[in-house]
């Protein structure tokens, strides 16, 4: 094997795919439930599946957690919280020279990207999510030559060249289990729905994988009868609470990159005398990369023996950008546009958002998506629900210049804010970003090196060579079949160099 250089391997793409997945179920609700008048709107969360290769396949299976938002029998507001499964499989594209039983890397995010719900009973009802997988499986491709009949090691030369080779790794952390209690405001209070959004505010990569700080923004939808007693008030309770856990991954280096993407895993509420206890469980996702720079072997020639080179050209998958982030999301609309009534009073805000677009402007990688937001408003007394797609772009810092041929990138939306004024609906947002895009550099590398029949001697000591305008040091050596050292002079400046 001639020069495997750092890492003897490149990194290459064995698949790439997002496509379409549905997650259907039928469901009852338990018998303390008030009747389904009206849904209002469905939330999804869907945790990060488990995967293993099988053949050549990669298998996943995961979960959907749903949180059902309703109008009750009696007008009120309620909430079920429900699951699901999901599972799919993809094939792997890959030669025969690259082995996928060892040193794979796995990436994947599921998005949602719609529910559509229908109920057959008071208590019973049917969901049909739509998810979009995002699948990238990265693979080793060894960059060595190998070496066809016999040859004195001492008249091979080989010329080298670099490129950068990705290395990645991803984990998903145990279960991080915290509790908080919220004092109720009234002993008539009861709690609508739990909602929470995992906000990682500090990633640090270390030898055994990603520490990571940041608080679990909690909110509870709650209703309280007004002062009539015709009817309840809804109101919401806010709070931060802060978390700090670790994903461990081997040989994570201080100088990987990472991003970190917190999902909420469990939820109860429980109300008491002493207030509302929320016991929360979060898992955090994480992937850390960085470039290395790997050698591989551009050519191949004997001074003793005719030598054939067999190339192949490949494609190395290299890092482009990968973190975390965050923005503020504004909008003003209509309220016609909206679907929302002038006089309506806005009671909750719901959202979530899918990137479906990267591409690089301006030096920077800006990816492009929607936020699907789901608007809670009453109306005459009655409850209602409208849908609201709103355009979202974020750019990333980086210093890269490559394309990107495959990305992915995640969000969370949190203290949506919307109100309605002049005839305007507006909303106001924070975005958390979790996301990463790759590029692909093209790599004429040999594979194979044939040596034949020995050359005949030299019939001189010395050469003249008048060398064309396209020469250089390693193509004239090549030619007359000597070491680079044995010429004297400069092809590319000199009229005329020295042969021995």
Not at 67 to 77: F, P, R, T
Not at 153 to 171: E, H, N, Q
Not at 311 to 340: D, H
Not at 342 to 355: H, R, T, W
Request: aromatic share 6%.
């Amino acid at each position: 094997m001639i020069n495997n250089g750092e890492n003897g391997y490149l990194t290459v793409k064995a698949c790439e795919k997002s496509f379409g997945v549905e997650a259907a179920g039928d469901y009852t609700l338990p018998d303390y439930q008030s009747d389904i008048r009206r849904i209002l709107c469905v939330s999804q969360t869907v945790l990060p599946p488990a995967k293993y290769i099988s053949g050549d396949s990669v298998e996943f299976n995961g979960t959907v957690d749903y949180q059902v938002l309703y109008v009750g029998g009696d007008g009120g507001m309620y909430s079920a919280p429900l699951s699901g499964e999901y599972s799919f499989s993809v094939p792997l594209e890959r030669g025969a020279d690259i082995d996928v039983t060892n040193g794979v890397t796995v990436l994947c995010h599921v998005c949602a990207e719609g529910v559509s719900t229908r109920v057959s009973a008071p208590r019973r009802l049917s969901i049909k999510s739509r998810l979009r997988p995002n699948v990238r499986v990265f693979a080793k491709m060894p960059v060595g030559v190998r070496m066809i009949s016999e040859v004195d090691p001492v008249s091979v030369y080989t010329r080298t060249g670099k490129c950068k080779s990705l290395m990645c790794d991803s984990a998903v952390s145990d279960v991080i289990s915290l509790s908080y209690t919220a004092p109720l405001s009234s002993e008539d209070m009861r709690v609508v729905s739990a909602d929470a959004r995992v906000c990682v505010t500090n990633t640090e990569c270390s030898g055994s994988g990603v520490s990571c700080r940041g608080k679990v923004l909690l909110k509870l939808l709650c209703a309280a009868p007004d002062e009539n007693g015709e009817g309840e008030v809804i109101s919401t309770v806010n709070a931060d609470v802060p978390f700090d856990g670790d994903v461990d991954m081997d040989e994570c280096s201080s100088d990987r990159y990472c991003r970190v993407r917190g999902v909420l895993s469990e939820m109860s509420v429980n109300v008491s005398e002493s207030g509302v206890q929320c016991d929360i469980g979060v898992i955090l996702e994480a992937m850390a990369a960085r470039n290395s720079e790997v050698e591989y072997t551009e050519d191949v020639y004997s001074t003793e023996r005719e030598c054939v080179c067999e190339m192949r050209q490949t494609a190395p998958v290299s890092l482009l950008s990968c973190g975390n982030a965050n923005l503020t999301l504004s909008e003003r609309i209509p309220l016609e546009k909206a679907g929302v009534p002038e006089n309506a009073q806005i009671v909750d805000a719901l959202g979530s958002v899918c990137f479906d677009g990267c591409t690089l402007t301006d030096g920077r990688y800006a990816y492009s998506g929607t936020a699907s937001l789901v608007l809670i408003y009453r109306n005459d007394g009655e409850l209602y629900s409208t849908d609201i797609n709103i355009p979202v772009r974020y750019e990333a810092q980086t210093s890269a210049d490559g394309v990107p041929t495959c990305f992915d990138g995640c969000a969370e939306l949190t203290d949506i804010r919307a109100r309605a004024e002049k005839g305007e609906l507006s909303v106001d947002a924070e975005l958390l970003i979790s996301a990463d895009c790759m590029g692909e550099t093209t790599v004429n590398a040999v594979e194979k090196a044939s040596f034949g029949d020995a050359f005949a001697p030299r019939e001189c000591e010395l050469t003249v060579c008048y060398p064309s305008s396209g020469d250089t040091l390693w193509s004239v050596a090549k030619r007359y079949r000597v070491a680079p050292a044995d010429v004297m002079g400069d092809p590319e400046n000199d009229r005329y160099v020295m042969i021995e």
